[in-house]
């Protein structure tokens, strides 16, 4: 019953925008946790970034000042802001949520998962 959607993925050049979209169907996002994850061909899955259910963000360094995460619990939304992106951004982008185990962008603290949506950055 409970469904992740992810979206807004798309081809951006060095340097652009992208925003991604996350519907959570099922239950309310009060008590919950989302986060970003990635992974590119060949790698590892990594976290990004999440919010807490009181609204605290964790980023990973090598995004740290350059992706922003909000969410909209009404909406039951979560929002992905991404600028300055790079080459090395491009992956595949999972939402993922879970009951609130504290700030983590650890996957296995996350319980329900969207089927990604491509991040490709390239001149």
């Known amino acids: 019953q409970v469904q992740v959607v992810e979206s807004g993925g798309g081809l951006v050049q060095p340097g652009g925008s992208l925003r991604l979209s996350c519907v959570i169907s099922g239950f309310p996002l009060d008590y919950y946790a989302i986060g970003w994850f990635r992974q590119a061909p060949g790698k590892e899955r990594e976290g990004v970034i999440c919010i807490s259910s009181d609204g605290s963000t964790y980023s990973r360094d090598s995004v740290k000042g350059r992706f922003t995460i909000s969410r909209d619990n009404a909406k039951n939304t979560v929002y992905l802001q991404m600028n300055s992106l790079k080459p090395e951004d491009t992956a595949l982008y999972y939402c993922?949520?879970?009951?609130?185990?504290?700030?983590?962008?650890?996957?296995?603290?996350?319980?329900?998962w969207g089927q990604g949506t491509q991040v490709t950055v390239s001149s």
């Open positions: 993922a949520t879970g009951i609130d185990r504290g700030l983590s962008v650890v996957a296995d603290h996350y319980d329900y």
